[in-house]
């Protein structure tokens, strides 16, 4: 059975910073690229960053290009995003994924308010 479970959300102001934690289970998580969605309110769910099995490529959508860095321990069956310079437009329920086994986590509320 496979699980991930995100950690790491929560309320921070503009400019701040979270990591979120993604572990996984029941997978041989090495052999998977990973990923981290979002989802605004009334908006769809929207790829963040991309990573593939080894690490050495990754992939971001243009809004968090240069404030976002996704990475991942494949010794520790964990995927990473971290958030720095947040803004508001960063609020949202963040998921991580593995898209070749159309797996989800249960998310994680990240808010950006002052």
């Known amino acids: 059975q496979v699980q991930l479970v995100e950690s790491g959300g929560g309320l921070v102001p503009p400019g701040g910073s979270l990591r979120l934690s993604c572990a996984a289970s029941?997978?041989?998580?090495?052999?998977?690229?990973m990923a981290w969605y979002r989802q605004a309110p009334g908006k769809q769910r929207e790829l963040v960053s991309r990573?593939?099995?080894?690490?050495?490529?990754?992939n971001y959508a243009d809004s968090v290009k240069g404030r976002f860095t996704i990475s991942r321990d494949n010794a520790k069956n964990t995927v990473y995003l971290q958030m720095n310079n947040l803004k508001p437009e960063d609020t949202a329920v963040y998921y991580c994924?593995?898209?070749?086994?159309?797996?989800w986590g249960q998310g994680t509320q990240v808010t950006v308010s002052s």
């Open positions: 990573i593939f099995p080894s690490g050495s490529i990754t």
């Open positions: 029941g997978i041989r998580f090495s052999a998977f690229a």
């Open positions: 994924s593995a898209p070749a086994l159309s797996e």
